[in-house]
């Protein structure tokens, strides 16, 4: 074996134990800081008991998930029931793997990245669908079938707008779009208005179809509390339930990820100052809180209207810009 | 069974909400036949919290009745005390001091603020935001704390005897009262901001769950329902009882019949009880808060009447019955939310599970005001 081989080994050791770390530490504080900030915007203190701060929250919550029993209804088809947490929770864990978050720090730079991220973000849905038909529940089974729908309506505006940011870019290459960015805000995709003057509704719709394939209220369909009980959640118990969170909330993590690459311009400064991790860091977490503040600023949306958003605006919107684009392209 | 009804078997499933369902709000199923997210039949199962009140009622003597009262439709407790005494008072002829009955309506009304508060509430989280019921119960905090300040409890009240009430308020109280006046008015343009003009729950609400004016007389629906449907049926204009009629309020009345008309019913309402406590607090008269000589043994001659008051809910009526004893003959108690409930049958047939269940919020049902 060369030197170089282990080298590359070791690379890749360290950064799979450095994803799933970065994964579950996200995943463990984003409930913390959801939970914070719920409580702010409804006069609240949130968790105080747990730590400084309720800082150990997150903790307590994972030994409380892991204690409880892992239940096995009588009519529930096991081996699925069973893969469907472990299924969920891999497919975002992989997609961090062509995240870069800085100019050096990818695991994994290759040319296909955008597409290998959407290739996977599908997988985690399909699995929701599954654990929901698996669970042999009149509510689960609703959710399941709305799950389909949804994510049919919400993949097609994201892919359309994210074509249409390929066409701007010339590049599937996550590192090469954050490249072309650098040197101040003005150089960001998301105000790229040389390109595409409709860019800032692209990033809007870009976000609200991250919000619907994350499932995160207003359109939290596959859950529905009020309506499905826990929808396809309702028969999981223990950790099998807590991994759908820990999916959800790395979701939404390689979500924000990615709409800071290809629109907030990656780890480059908004000044052109020092680029690097933090600025990563700094803006994937303000869109995260965004995504916190709409959960709860908003009453969940129907599930017509959520389709009619999806069909009769959203789409439209997403395939007037692709066509906007390649006018632009093909002009300038 | 004809063909259509079992084409229609085959394709339906039965889908249980209840009675441990996030949208109950308590111990109601109800039984669905849907068809795929659409809903067939809908069929309400009542009767889980029910502890015999009206039996209760005839088997011991009027005043240890009155605890029950405040117990049947328990977010509103005040109205229920405000119908069983002036049933009884009626029957055995006492006349209630007028410092009574105004803090009758002072109290009453306050009690109406505060469960329209947790109904916004409750609905709200019914179609999935959560935030707006934490400022509510806010609200209905201090609304809470007035009340507790004279009747020494802060859910299930019994503070009407039969002839007056059983503590007078004090310079504390209405104080209190006057300043929570203001300050709940300078929160309605927050709520107005926040969920009346929130677009999600316009889309909601406008054009949901319709419940025509025939429907709703058909059903007896009273309240909040019958008037967002454009009928101005309210029993404190109506039927004018204790002060109502020297005081001035408007009842809101709305004509869309679905459910953002018996948001803004509510709503209004809120605006109305603010300006009744406020008239209330002004026109106090001195004096005192019990009628004299009312026998600790109460017993009416014989005779019936029918007394009823304008609840949170609707129309919450008493029938008693005297046969010149200690305890009543016959109570018939006559609860707003199992009128309002019965709608839901035939209305929901045909909508989709999502508006059903915002239609079903929209009745706000206090499940033990239906099992009694």
């Not at chain 2, 408007?250 to 948001?263: G, I, K, S």
Request: glycine residues 8%; neutral net charge.
């Amino acid at each position: 074996m060369t030197e170089g081989m282990v080298m590359n080994l070791v690379r890749l050791l360290l950064y799979l134990v450095g994803m799933i770390g970065f994964a579950a530490f996200n995943a463990a504080y984003l409930t913390l800081l959801e939970r914070k900030q719920a409580s702010w915007m409804q006069l609240r203190r949130g968790p105080t008991e747990v730590g400084p701060w309720g800082l150990l929250q997150p903790v307590a919550d994972g030994v409380k998930l892991m204690s409880k029993q892992l239940l096995l209804p009588r009519d529930v088809d096991v081996p699925l029931f069973l893969l469907g947490p472990i299924m969920v929770v891999v497919p975002p864990i992989l997609c961090l793997v062509t995240i870069p978050f800085s100019e050096t720090l990818v695991a994994r730079n290759f040319n296909l990245g955008l597409l290998m991220i959407f290739a996977f973000g599908a997988i985690s849905t399909f699995v929701l669908m599954l654990a929901g038909l698996a669970s042999a529940n009149k509510f689960s089974s609703i959710a399941a079938a709305r799950i389909v729908a949804q994510n049919i309506a919400y993949e097609i505006p994201l892919l359309v707008i994210v074509l249409s940011l390929v066409m701007s870019t010339h590049s599937f290459n996550l590192h090469t779009i954050v490249d072309q960015q650098a040197g101040g805000f003005w150089h960001w995709n998301l105000l790229r208005l040389g390109t595409n003057p409709l860019m800032p509704v692209a990033f809007l719709i870009y976000f609200i179809c991250l919000l619907a394939e994350s499932n995160r209220a207003p359109f939290d369909m596959v859950e529905a509390e009020s309506e499905l009980v826990a929808g396809v959640f309702t028969e999981y118990s223990g950790m099998g339930f807590g991994l759908f969170f820990i999916a959800e909330y790395v979701n939404i993590v390689v979500g924000c990820c990615l709409a800071t690459i290809l629109f907030l311009g990656g780890w480059h400064c908004p000044f052109g100052l020092l680029p690097g991790l933090h600025w990563f860091l700094i803006k994937m977490y303000a869109l995260c809180v965004m995504v916190v503040w709409v959960r709860w600023s908003f009453p969940r949306t129907q599930f017509y209207g959520l389709l009619n958003l999806s069909w009769k605006i959203l789409i439209p919107l997403a395939l007037a810009n692709l066509l906007l684009t390649a006018v632009m392209l093909k002009l300038f | 069974m004809s063909s259509d009804a079992q084409a229609i078997h085959h394709e339906s499933f039965v889908l249980n909400v209840g009675p441990q369902h996030p949208a109950t709000h308590g111990v109601l199923r109800i039984k669905l036949t849907m068809d795929g997210e659409y809903i067939v039949d809908a069929e309400p199962v009542i009767g889980y919290g029910h502890r015999m009140h009206e039996k209760m009622g005839e088997n011991r003597s009027y005043a240890k009745f009155l605890p029950n009262t405040g117990r049947m439709d328990y977010v509103a407790a005040l109205f229920n005390g405000h119908g069983y005494v002036g049933a009884v008072e009626r029957l055995a002829g006492l006349v209630v001091p007028e410092r009574a009955e105004y803090i009758r309506v002072i109290t009453c009304e306050l009690n109406r603020i505060a469960s329209h508060l947790l109904w916004v509430g409750a609905f709200l989280v019914d179609l999935g935001g959560f935030t707006p019921l934490l400022y509510c119960f806010d609200d209905r905090e201090h609304i809470l704390d007035l009340i507790e300040s004279v009747t020494g409890s802060r859910l299930t009240f019994c503070y009407f005897r039969f002839g007056g009430v059983c503590n007078d308020v004090d310079d504390n109280f209405i104080v209190g009262a006057r300043d929570f006046v203001a300050s709940m008015r300078s929160r309605m343009p927050m709520y107005d901001a926040f969920v009346s003009k929130n677009i999600i729950f316009r889309k909601r609400c406008e054009g949901i769950g319709i419940l025509s004016a025939d429907d709703c007389r058909k059903y007896g629906a009273t309240g909040p329902v019958i008037r967002g449907s454009g009928v101005a049926y309210d029993v404190r204009k109506m039927e004018p009882y204790s002060v109502y009629s020297q005081l001035d309020f408007n009842v809101p009345v709305y004509t869309e019949c679905d459910c953002m008309a018996r948001y803004r019913v509510r709503i209004d309402e809120i605006v109305e009880s603010l300006r009744i406590v406020e008239q209330a607090l002004g026109k106090l008269p001195a004096g005192p808060v019990m009628a004299d000589k009312v026998p600790r043994a109460l017993k009416p001659p014989k005779g019936d009447c029918y007394f009823n008051v304008e609840s949170a809910r609707g129309s919450f009526g008493v029938r008693a019955f005297s046969d010149g004893s200690e305890n009543a003959y016959r109570l018939k108690l006559r609860s707003p939310c199992f009128s309002n409930l019965s709608l839901f049958q035939e209305c929901s047939r045909g909508m989709l599970l999502t508006d059903a269940l915002a239609l079903l919020g929209s009745l706000d049902l206090v499940i033990p005001d239906i099992d009694r």
